[in-house]
């Protein structure tokens, strides 16, 4: 019959429906597994995406009263490292966020005083400024140099990641010089560090909050932050500025 007819069509596409709703459910589940099993590869608890950002927009520092430490120490480890949204102050001017990585590299590394289309020229105290920060932390995950320049200034590494942070740390000392004191230029490029090696910042935080030495960098991340015990007595981050230049780096770009 003509009624019947019609509403064959209806009942097929019901049951296509059907079965691309399981479908999509399935993706989900299977999706989520992949997540879970990915992250225990890392070495890390899985506590919520939305509670790994550190430092989002300023907000959720411990150190800024958001996002508070629990005594954890991996849990802490990836509030300390992690970064989400855009830094305050230059992420709005530069249009760099920490949630799009390889673009916010991208465009920081052209201000490279030794490599970038649009060189950032610094003289006198600025360069002095640069050559003390710039020699306290490198990318020794990727390069074989102790820091990100020598120093007389020059670029100790070629690689991306070592162009993007020079970039940054000229930016910020010719436009905003006078809102960063050397340790806080230097937890800046430590935020992008972190954004770059991500499982390895934070095994290297996880590996010094309870008793392990800290260095520039990860001294850096706990500006302002009241560390809780960890089971080796309390204990207070020295300030970067205090510490010696990091070790010597492995591997090559």
């Known amino acids: 019959m003509a009624w019947q007819s019609a509403l064959q ?4 596409f019901s049951l296509a429906n059907i079965i ?28 919520g995406l939305s509670q790994m950002g550190g430092f989002i927009a300023g907000t959720n520092h411990p150190g800024s009263g958001g996002g508070k430490l629990t005594g954890e120490v991996t849990a802490d480890a990836i509030k300390l490292v992690i970064s989400s949204g855009q830094p305050v102050i230059y992420g709005s001017e530069l249009n760099v966020s920490f949630d799009t990585v390889q ?10 005083p030794t490599y970038g289309r649009q060189k950032i020229t ?3 105290d600025a360069l002095q400024r640069y050559i003390t920060v710039g020699l306290k932390i490198a990318c020794e995950y990727c390069c074989g140099a102790t820091g990100l320049i020598d120093k007389k200034g020059q ?3 070629g690689c991306a990641h070592s162009q993007a942070m020079r970039g940054l740390l000229a930016y910020l000392i010719q436009n ?7 340790d806080q ?3 800046e490029l430590a935020r992008w560090k972190s954004m770059y090696f991500p499982k390895q910042m934070i095994q290297k935080m996880a590996s010094q909050l309870p008793g392990a030495n800290f260095t520039p960098d990860t001294a850096s ?14 204990k207070s981050a020295p300030l970067p500025s205090d510490l010696n230049n990091l070790p010597n780096m492995v591997g090559g770009c």
Do not use: W
């Open 122 to 124: 610094l003289t006198g």
């Open 103 to 112: 673009a916010s590299m991208n465009t920081m590394s052209q201000m490279d």
């Open 221 to 234: 991340l706990l500006l302002d932050v009241k560390l809780p015990n960890y089971g080796q007595g309390d």
């Open 20 to 47: 691309l709703l399981v479908i999509l459910i399935s993706s989900l589940i299977i999706n989520q597994v992949f997540m879970t099993q990915a992250a225990e590869v890392m070495g890390l608890n899985l506590i």
């Open 176 to 182: 905003h010089g006078s809102e960063y004191t050397n």
């Open 9 to 12: 069509p209806k009942k097929m």
């Open 185 to 187: 230029l230097l937890r």
């Open 155 to 157: 670029a100790a590494c």
